[in-house]
């Protein structure tokens, strides 16, 4: 950023392939360092739950995807895509529809694992119509990893469960990259703000602490600001921090936020 000329607001991620599995998927754990991703023949993290005692007694379901709660999609398949299963597409497609998510969804008849050049007008459409909104409405984070915390105003400062799944991570020739300790159960928080109102809401599990960064643009400092964790209420009288505006733009200088709140999560 600092030797080009970059609007840190109009960054984007592309990709095909692993490449659309890694835009899909850094866009879930980095979703604010993003105005969007447009990920083609792949997908989200995906997880196989068991449903019954039997071998094949499975349900398919996308992780992460509460993180795009402010990071929009242009998402493009083949629905005869051989590497990536349309069934469990369609199935993170009707999560994120459930989740009221802001994307574009292209299934391409007969298309199979490919860039789909033809898509290529119509996703730089997309992408010049957008811009990173550093304080939206609406803020979430799903993770079973600490370092993957935060999303926009929203961070998971504490968390309830321990680490105590490892993960082994591999390179194209299946040899191990590294491993780390994830949690067993995600943890989870989603935070919403209506405009021109002190008032924020937040659901959370698996969780014991969550901050709210604020900005002048969110609320107004001259009042009190009424935040509601899993429906418990408690005032705060916020006033702005050098010191926390210089901890955000040390994270991102498009980022910048003034004042932060802790508060427990009962």
Known sequence: ??????????VFLDGASMGGNGSFQFACQYPDLFAGAAPR?????????????????????????????ATPLYWIVGD????????????????MEALKLEF??????????????????AALDWMAARRRNAYPLRAGIETDERRFNRAFWLEISEFRGKESVRREFQDLD??????????????????????GSNE??????????????????????????GIAVN?????????PSLETLLESARRDRGLLYTAAVKVRVK
Do not use: C
Not at 80 to 95: E, G, M, Y
Not at 175 to 192: N, P, S, T, W, Y
């Open 80 to 95: 005869a895509d051989p590497k990536v299963p349309i069934d469990w597409v369609r199935t993170a497609r009707a999560q």
């Open 104 to 121: 574009v969804y292209r299934e391409i008849p007969g298309g199979g694992h490919e860039w789909f050049p033809r898509e290529n007008a």
């Open 41 to 69: 023949s792949g997908g989200p993290r995906f997880r196989q739950l068991p449903t019954g005692p039997g071998k094949n007694d499975r349900a398919v379901m996308a992780e992460g995807l509460v993180n795009l709660e």
């Open 200 to 225: 924020i809401r937040v659901s959370a599990t698996g969780v014991r602490e969550v901050t709210i960064y604020l900005h002048e643009r969110m609320v107004d400092f001259g009042k009190q600001v």
């Open 174 to 195: 299946r040899k191990r990259i590294e491993e780390r300790l994830v949690f067993q159960d995600d943890a989870k928080a989603q935070g919403e703000r209506a405009e």
């Open 1 to 10: 950023f600092a030797d080009y000329s970059i609007d840190r607001d109009r």
């Open 231 to 239: 429906g418990s209420r408690s005032t705060h009288r916020v006033k």
